[in-house]
């Protein structure tokens, strides 16, 4: 069973797929921090993010691996934890530069499909291309959005001291970066079935999730 969740930054992605891999015995990956690791790497090894040729030279440098445990899911790159290290501002103002550049997109997607093969109990991935790119024969595509404002509200209570309106202006411009992109854009697949979270808490929409995969599972 593979299960693809896409959506811009602040749906729920990342917390919703954990829940819903956690509960159903499915293993989990993080697309997004995939692209946040490559992009570390990037930054730390001095390279010019402003030049997409340069990039293009070194994507294929880093070892990443992700492990895909949904309760404690890893990231390394070239052995080095990078968790923590991938979630600063620094790295988020920088990764839909170095993720727009087509080498490092073919590169990861590589990983991501090698990753979703070997899940042997299947596997929810998330990320901003998965069901209509990345894995465009899944099982299931769902697509979550919510309102501006609500991801802001969420985004910025995760990056503790952060302000909603400077969180919502970066976002509205992430959105535009990501579903502007050439290579693999941000979209919603013609098959996902959508699920507007702004009004929902966390628990309404992992159990909607759940059950969408049940009854897609049922109907085997």
């Given at each position: 069973?593979?299960?693809?969740?896409?959506?811009?930054?602040?749906?729920?992605?990342?917390?919703?797929?954990?829940?819903?891999?956690?509960?159903?015995?499915?293993?989990?990956?993080?697309?997004?921090?995939?692209?946040?690791?490559?992009?570390?790497?990037?930054?730390?090894?001095?390279?010019?993010?402003?030049?997409?040729?340069?990039?293009?030279?070194?994507?294929?440098?880093?070892?990443?691996?992700?492990?895909t445990d949904?309760?404690?899911?890893?990231?390394?790159?070239?052995?080095?934890?990078?968790?923590?290290?991938?979630?600063?501002?620094?790295?988020?103002?920088?990764?839909?530069?170095?993720?727009?550049?087509?080498?490092?997109?073919?590169?990861?997607?590589?990983?991501?499909?090698?990753?979703?093969?070997?899940?042997?109990?299947?596997?929810?991935?998330?990320?901003?291309?998965?069901?209509?790119?990345?894995?465009?024969?899944?099982?299931?595509?769902?697509?979550?959005?919510?309102?501006?404002?609500?991801?802001?509200?969420?985004?910025?209570?995760?990056?503790?001291?952060?302000?909603?309106?400077?969180?919502?202006?970066?976002?509205?411009?992430?959105?535009a970066a990501?579903?502007?992109?050439?290579?693999?854009?941000?979209?919603?697949?013609?098959?996902?079935?959508?699920?507007?979270?702004?009004?929902?808490?966390?628990?309404?929409?992992?159990?909607?999730?759940?059950?969408?995969?049940?009854?897609?599972?049922?109907?085997?």
């Amino acid at each position: 069973m593979i299960v693809a969740i896409d959506g811009p930054s602040g749906t729920g992605k990342s917390s919703t797929s954990k829940a819903v891999a956690a509960q159903l015995g499915l293993s989990y990956l993080d697309t997004g921090a995939q692209y946040r690791a490559i992009t570390w790497w990037m930054v730390n090894n001095g390279i010019d993010i402003d030049d997409p040729a340069a990039i293009a030279a070194a994507a294929g440098k880093p070892e990443i691996v992700s492990g895909t445990d949904p309760q404690a899911p890893t990231i390394t790159v070239d052995g080095v934890d990078v968790a923590g290290p991938i979630r600063t501002q620094e790295v988020t103002s920088k990764v839909s530069a170095v993720s727009a550049v087509p080498e490092v997109r073919a590169r990861i997607t590589e990983l991501q499909r090698s990753i979703a093969a070997s899940a042997k109990d299947g596997v929810v991935v998330e990320g901003r291309d998965i069901g209509t790119t990345v894995l465009p024969d899944a099982d299931l595509k769902i697509f979550l959005t919510a309102s501006a404002e609500a991801r802001a509200a969420r985004r910025s209570g995760e990056l503790k001291g952060a302000d909603v309106h400077s969180t919502r202006e970066a976002l509205i411009k992430r959105d535009a970066a990501d579903s502007s992109r050439k290579t693999s854009p941000l979209a919603k697949a013609d098959d996902a079935v959508e699920v507007d979270t702004t009004e929902l808490t966390l628990a309404q929409v992992i159990e909607c999730v759940v059950t969408l995969v049940e009854e897609k599972r049922a109907g085997k």
